[in-house]
């Protein structure tokens, strides 16, 4: 009996442990397909910390969404519109090319940061992986 409970004890920490929605990759970098939560954006230069400031907080159907569940397929949401994309590796990121006519990002990945620019970089959103 007490062999069986160490057992499902086990298995219990390891599906806690597992079963995180965020990923590491070799390099200590949250994966593309991690669980992303928006922490800030910048438009034209001004940048507001959504994360530290509930002030700055958007109305929930304007929030940036990124959703990855494959490292290649993406779903970028933006005003309550979704915008379905495709990640392509390039350098040290990935360039999000979408379906409609939204236009590409770039995405970088540090450590648990994931940022999305736009190529003339007017527009940049900064999501953290929990």
């Known amino acids: 009996m007490k062999t069986k409970r160490i057992i499902c004890c086990l298995i ?4 806690i ?9 070799s390099d200590g970098n949250y994966t593309l397909d991690s669980d992303w939560k928006l922490a800030e954006y910048t438009f034209n230069g ?5 994360k530290d400031d509930p002030t700055a907080q958007l109305a929930a159907d304007k929030v940036p969404d990124f959703k990855c569940s494959d490292g290649k397929n993406i779903t970028f ?3 309550g519109k979704d915008h379905s994309g495709t990640a392509t590796k390039e350098g040290d990121g990935y360039r999000i090319t979408f379906d409609d006519t939204y236009k590409p ?5 540090n450590g648990n940061k994931l940022s999305l620019k736009t190529e003339n970089n007017k527009v940049e959103i900064v999501f ?3």
């Open 17 to 25: 442990v597992t079963g995180c929605g965020s990923k590491v990759d």
């Open 105 to 109: 990002f770039i995405a970088t990945i």
């Open 12 to 15: 219990f920490v390891l599906l």
């Open 128 to 130: 953290e992986a929990e």
């Open 77 to 79: 949401s933006l005003n």
């Open 46 to 50: 001004n940048t507001t910390n959504v």
